[in-house]
């Protein structure tokens, strides 16, 4: 490569920062201030050594060790060793989900949009583009690792050290960058923004169920695995930097070859060709309807297979999870094998219940993603080609909402369906399917409330869409979090799911389903009236 290939690297690296600067501000805010205050709220939680035991009891659990992690390490273990147990994976998604969204858009997005065009057409290097996306989340990603570090120092929980506070906060962000330079590579094999996404998040699926899976089954095994080698940080206690190295390493091979790939491509090419589309338009092409399906079908199929595979994989641990005659052998022969195999049975719902929530979450993700089609769509100029039809702003209001409730709940049902199958295929007394369907059903208004809430916002106030996505990871967080940091009880009622039962623990309440989709219904009929009456423009 030659030295005009990165001409005006550093200006464009500046422009972006400028550019950028609102969204990274909010991103490292959140991340920093999140991690900090949990940080610093975590000596008032476990203020003895008996309540640290208590919850490393709970975090050697294999239903624990899925969500978070293998904790490392031996007794006796401090605070600080349960806050690095807690928060690093959730953290590294996190970066992931951070760094996906800015690179991507600062990279491929911007040729889909035509802006690429414009800048190469000055006196600007071909690779520069890239190389400033990739510059600018080197530096967010350093100053949030920086960051990090720093309230660990200034929350000094007992048991932390300088070089564990360090490894940790530089390890999270030498993991952020990491997976902008995964998607910066993926990004240069595919030729559209959407596509770079869903491979991004394929990719990084992958890597998270393969983790789990070793994590409970070999933890040996997740050295072999990126998203793993945060766990292998051994924060406070033997404080590995290898990982980290690693992660440097693993970034820097794939941002040489994302260059390599970007140099002798052509804009708006990727190394996958899209598959070129039919002479002729289906008959099923009639309406918005279909043709939303045919732009989002590759997500929501992706979407769906990814849930049912991600709750396959957990139900695959419900054997380990259960199987209390493994701690306790004496057990049958004290209460009998039918009431063991119950209190088992027990313990598999509590995990599910557990679960409910991040299956709900993640389903809600491509149900938003639809819905807010409205906004990008319109954004882009897309919808100026319906709107020349005869057909109403309500009928295609209605088009997208319908199809994302439907893809939200087959989501939904494909997590569900994937932990009744995967428990089936490992456990010698599966649980039926009307225990877990009884979650299915539990989950249902909570989703669609949510989906309504940003069908609403898209009706009024379209540049607030992302609301939607904010509003649920609060939810995730709130459901994965709330009570190993010891929440208010009033922060569950902050989001639908709060007001959920422990299902499939217990019953569905009925009257609880009922009023949030009374609300929902309410908060649509709104949302209808504002896209409506609204500028269309306005969504620019």
């Known amino acids: 490569m030659e030295n005009r290939n990165f001409h005006?690297?550093?200006?464009?690296t500046r422009f972006s920062l400028k550019r950028d600067w609102l969204?990274?501000?909010?991103?490292?805010?959140?991340?920093?201030?999140?991690?900090?205050?949990?940080a610093a709220k975590f000596t008032a939680i476990y203020d003895s050594q008996s309540a640290i035991d208590e919850i490393v009891k709970t975090l050697k659990s294999p239903s624990m060790i899925s969500l978070f992690g293998k904790l490392s390490g031996t007794a006796p273990y401090t605070v600080a060793d349960v806050f690095a147990g807690e928060m690093t994976v959730f953290m590294a998604m996190m970066a992931a989900i951070m760094n996906f969204s800015i690179i991507i858009k600062n990279t491929r997005g911007e040729e889909d949009s035509g802006l690429l065009e414009i800048i190469q057409s000055h006196s600007v290097g071909k690779l520069s583009n890239l190389a400033s996306a990739l510059i600018e989340l080197f530096i967010i990603n350093l100053l949030i690792g920086l960051f990090y570090s720093l309230g660990l120092q200034f929350a000094n929980l007992n048991g932390t050290d300088i070089n564990g506070n360090f490894l940790l906060g530089l390890g999270l962000g030498a993991s952020g960058f990491m997976f902008a330079a995964i998607a910066a590579f993926l990004a240069q094999l595919v030729d559209n923004s959407r596509s770079a996404t869903i491979?991004?998040?394929?990719?990084?699926?992958?890597?998270?169920i393969a983790r789990m899976s070793t994590d409970v089954s070999n933890p040996k095994a997740t050295w072999l695995i990126p998203f793993g080698w945060v766990e292998k940080f051994s924060t406070y206690q033997e404080n590995n930097w290898l990982p980290v190295f690693l992660m440097i390493g693993l970034s820097i091979i794939l941002c040489i070859a994302a260059l390599w790939i970007n140099n002798y491509r052509d804009i708006g090419s990727g190394i996958i060709a899209t598959k070129p589309g039919r002479a002729k338009a289906s008959t099923f092409l009639r309406g918005p309807i279909s043709l939303f399906w045919r732009l989002h079908?590759?997500?929501?199929?992706?979407?769906?297979?990814?849930?049912?595979?991600?709750?396959?994989?957990?139900?695959?641990?419900?054997?380990?999870?259960?199987?209390?005659?493994?701690?306790?052998?004496?057990?049958?022969?004290?209460?009998?094998?039918?009431?063991?195999?119950?209190?088992?049975?027990?313990?598999?719902?509590?995990?599910?219940?557990?679960?409910?929530?991040?299956?709900?979450?993640?389903?809600?993700?491509?149900?938003?993603?639809?819905i807010n089609y409205l906004k990008?769509?319109?954004?882009?100029?897309?919808?100026?080609?319906?709107?020349?039809?005869?057909?109403?702003?309500?009928?295609?209001?209605?088009?997208?909402?319908?199809?994302?409730?439907?893809?939200?709940?087959?989501?939904?049902?494909?997590?569900?369906?994937?932990?009744?199958?995967?428990?089936?295929?490992?456990m010698k007394h599966p649980v039926e399917m009307?225990?877990?369907?009884?979650?299915?059903?539990?989950?249902?208004?909570?989703?669609?409330?949510?989906?309504?809430i940003s069908a609403c916002i898209v009706g009024w106030i379209p540049r607030l869409s992302v609301f939607g996505y904010l509003y649920s990871g609060l939810a995730?967080?709130?459901?994965?979090?709330?009570?190993?940091?010891?929440?208010?009880?009033?922060?569950?009622?902050?989001?639908?799911?709060?007001?959920?039962?422990?299902?499939p623990v217990d019953k569905v309440d009925m009257g609880t389903m009922w009023w949030q989709l009374a609300l929902a219904v309410t908060l649509i009929i709104i949302g209808y009236i504002g896209y409506h009456i609204r500028d269309l423009k306005s969504a620019n």
Not at 31 to 38: C, D, K, Y
Not at 408 to 426: C, D, K, M, R, Y
């Open 199 to 208: 491979l991004s998040y394929i990719v990084f699926g992958i890597m998270y």
């Open 476 to 503: 995730l967080f709130i459901g994965y979090f709330g009570k190993l940091i010891d929440l208010p009880k009033w922060c569950n009622k902050l989001t639908p799911f709060g007001y959920i039962p422990k299902v």
């Open 434 to 452: 009307s225990v877990f369907l009884r979650g299915f059903y539990g989950y249902i208004s909570p989703v669609i409330l949510v989906l309504a």
């Open 23 to 38: 969204k990274l501000a909010l991103w490292s805010v959140t991340m920093v201030v999140l991690f900090a205050a949990i």
């Open 376 to 426: 990008t769509g319109e954004s882009k100029g897309y919808l100026e080609l319906i709107h020349s039809k005869p057909i109403s702003r309500n009928y295609l209001f209605t088009s997208v909402l319908i199809l994302g409730i439907l893809t939200s709940i087959a989501a939904l049902f494909a997590g569900i369906w994937g932990l009744q199958l995967g428990g089936a295929s490992v």
């Open 297 to 370: 079908r590759t997500t929501i199929i992706v979407w769906v297979i990814g849930l049912l595979i991600l709750g396959f994989t957990y139900g695959s641990i419900f054997n380990t999870i259960g199987d209390i005659l493994k701690t306790n052998p004496a057990m049958e022969k004290i209460f009998g094998a039918a009431a063991v195999n119950k209190a088992n049975i027990l313990i598999i719902k509590n995990f599910v219940a557990i679960l409910m929530i991040v299956l709900g979450v993640l389903a809600l993700f491509p149900g938003i993603q639809i």
């Open 8 to 12: 005006q690297t550093w200006f464009l």
